[in-house]
């Protein structure tokens, strides 16, 4: 069954605290994306991951940075989180390679809040 | 500034007309289009996509035009159906070896009407 899962679904987190966001994937997909979505801006790129460890920045990079020390793992870490990362983020995979090889596969989404 | 563009943010077509939604890209390296549906709490996927060597491409009711000198791409719904009610969010990006650092419209939402 091929599926990416976003732990957790719902977090929230107090100003300046750290937050863990975690993203899996079984389709050995190579590529891994972390996106946010705030209303009227749409989905927003925040990094973009080839392979483990390598990982390249997005569009909106500050503030966040990423791991991805297995293929089919890739986190998202804030460090002291701020009010406007208060958002839904989406975990996103895609197979690189092939006919397919830009279809991105969505994980359900993590609607984060700080406070 | 926003690389791709959906210029409405909502659209309302009655059961059975013709849903076109519109997306305008900047980037001339684009080479990858893609239209993508979320319903209200739920993760996008995608409908349809098209490579920049073609301008059109079918699948059952859903159509695809890629007008290139225009940078502008649109999908065209046919017999639209109430369960067509969604966001749809357009997709466009440059081929790097495989991957394709994807930029994402603002979503247009369509309602259709019975």
């Known amino acids: 069954d091929m599926k990416v899962t976003q732990m957790p679904r719902y977090l929230i987190k107090r100003m300046g605290e750290n937050v863990l966001l975690e993203c899996g994937q079984d389709?050995?997909?190579?590529?891994m994306y972390w996106y946010r979505q705030d209303p009227g801006l749409g989905l927003q790129l925040i990094y973009i991951s080839y392979d483990v460890d390598s990982n390249s920045e997005g569009d909106i990079p500050k503030g966040y940075r990423v791991s991805r020390k297995k293929r089919e793992h890739f986190s998202l870490i804030l460090d002291s989180a701020k009010t406007n990362q208060t958002s839904v983020y989406f975990c996103a995979s895609s197979l690189g390679t092939g006919d397919s090889a830009e279809t991105l596969y969505f994980g359900s989404g993590t609607r984060l809040t700080v406070l | 500034g926003q690389q791709v563009k959906q210029s409405s943010p909502s659209l309302t077509v009655q059961e059975g007309g013709i849903s076109i939604l519109n997306c305008d890209y900047e980037?001339?390296?684009?080479?990858?289009f893609a239209w993508y549906k979320k319903y209200p709490d739920n993760s996008p996927t995608l409908l349809i996509s098209?490579?920049?060597?073609?301008d059109k491409r079918e699948d059952g009711r859903l159509t695809v035009f890629l007008n290139k000198s225009g940078k502008h791409f649109s999908l065209h719904i046919t017999a639209s159906q109430p369960e067509d009610t969604a966001v749809y969010l357009c997709a466009a990006g440059e081929n790097q070896g495989g991957s394709a650092k994807l930029i994402f419209g603002e979503g247009t939402k369509l309602t259709v009407s019975s």
């Open positions: 980037n001339d390296m684009f080479d990858y």
């Open positions: 389709m050995s997909h190579e590529t």
């Open positions: 098209v490579r920049s060597n073609v």
